[in-house]
């Protein structure tokens, strides 16, 4: 299993500013994923983040609104710049861990509720 | 990545048992089928996962038909804190590098 922890759990940011979100795992993981669930909707996956090489984003996310720092195989941060209320959502940091010879699962933090005023 | 539909909520009162349907009609060879369980202000949390036939664990059972286009999610004998957001994912977990694919998942409420 993996244990993340998240921070902030959550806050609230003025317009046209950037907040950093940092994920920590107990674990050293090849890959760590970055997701955004707005209000009353599912999961989107932003982008993955490898150690030692660039992001890789998802459709309709860009590098230079979310980007992505992964400095060694234990964290990484999420930064959402010049946000607008439309960045209000709650960001999660996952990681995938096999479980023996059998499950392959996904490992959540508590999540990162931002609204933007 | 295989697109699952589910129904989008479901009622049930404590101690029965309910079953949660979802359709992917263009899984692949490869593919798993995994469930996820979501609480209001928490992470997504790994419930089963299966490729064919029936898988059991501690907390639900998962039946996928020979077809494998579709799977049933079965809570036995529910309780109140089982009202979450249940997702059902298709996917290659060894090909994929891990990144999940979440549908709408199914809101499932539970009363007394």
């Known amino acids: 299993s993996a244990v993340i922890s998240q921070k902030p759990s959550r806050d609230i940011c003025q317009r046209g500013t950037s907040l950093t979100i940092q994920c920590q795992v107990d674990?050293?993981?090849?890959?760590m994923f970055w997701y955004r669930q707005q209000p009353g909707q599912s999961l989107t996956l932003i982008a993955t983040a490898n150690q030692g090489s660039e992001a890789t984003y998802e459709s309709g996310f860009v590098i230079d609104k979310f980007p992505i720092s992964r400095p060694n195989l234990t964290f990484s941060t999420l930064t959402v710049s010049n946000m607008s209320p439309e960045d209000s959502s709650i960001y999660l940091c996952s990681v995938t861990s096999r479980q023996g010879s059998q499950n392959t699962e996904a490992f959540f933090g508590q999540g990162t509720r931002l609204t933007v005023v | 990545l295989a697109k699952t539909t589910q129904p989008v909520s479901m009622d049930s009162y404590e101690g029965q048992e309910v079953n949660i349907t979802c359709s992917h009609n263009?899984?692949?060879?490869?593919?798993?089928i995994t469930w996820y369980q979501q609480f209001p202000s928490q992470g997504p949390r790994f419930i089963i996962q299966?490729?064919?036939t029936k898988v059991t664990n501690e907390v639900a059972s998962l039946f996928i038909p020979a077809d494998r286009k579709s799977s049933t999610l079965s809570l036995p004998r529910v309780s109140l804190s089982d009202t979450a957001v249940y997702y059902c994912l298709v996917g290659d977990p060894y090909n994929q590098g891990g990144k999940l694919i979440f549908g709408q998942g199914t809101e499932l409420s539970v009363k007394p």
């Open positions: 263009n899984i692949a060879t490869n593919d798993y």
């Open positions: 299966g490729y064919k």
């Open positions: 674990s050293q993981v090849t890959m």
